[in-house]
């Protein structure tokens, strides 16, 4: 089972950015990251292949989210930028030994972090 440790979250002004890293135990595995806001259910953000040839975004982050991945270093990033207040959340990342059908769906992960919290003030 692979080990995943977040980091990289904090608070910041809306328009400003954050660079969250997800560091794993291995490396192979498709990633994603999720983010849950209270009383909210958990939503994909975004997701990158074993060899970074595919990604995955929601539309709500999609041109101010980017993720990557260093396998050399077993991890992946989140660059977020222009963020908005709607973007606080416990950021989360997952892992799945093989690519899913459904990439940012929660279901398609078993292996996931503790979370970052990233805040996002107006």
Not at 2 to 9: A, I, N, P, Y
Not at 17 to 22: F, Y
Not at 74 to 88: F, G, W
């Amino acid at each position: 089972q692979v080990q995943l440790v977040e980091s990289g979250g904090g608070s910041v002004q809306a328009g400003g950015s954050l660079r969250l890293s997800c560091a794993a135990s291995r490396s192979g595995d498709f990633m994603g990251w999720f983010r849950q806001a209270p009383e909210k259910e958990r939503e994909g953000v975004a997701a990158i292949s074993a060899g970074s040839t595919l990604t995955y975004y929601a539309d709500s982050v999609k041109g101010r989210f980017t993720i990557s991945r260093d396998n050399a270093k077993n991890t992946v990033y989140l660059q977020m930028n222009s963020l908005k207040p709607e973007d606080t959340a416990m950021y989360y990342c997952a892992a799945a030994p093989w690519a899913p059908a459904s990439p940012l769906s929660r279901l398609s992960y078993k292996n996931w972090g503790q979370g970052t919290q990233v805040t996002v003030s107006s």
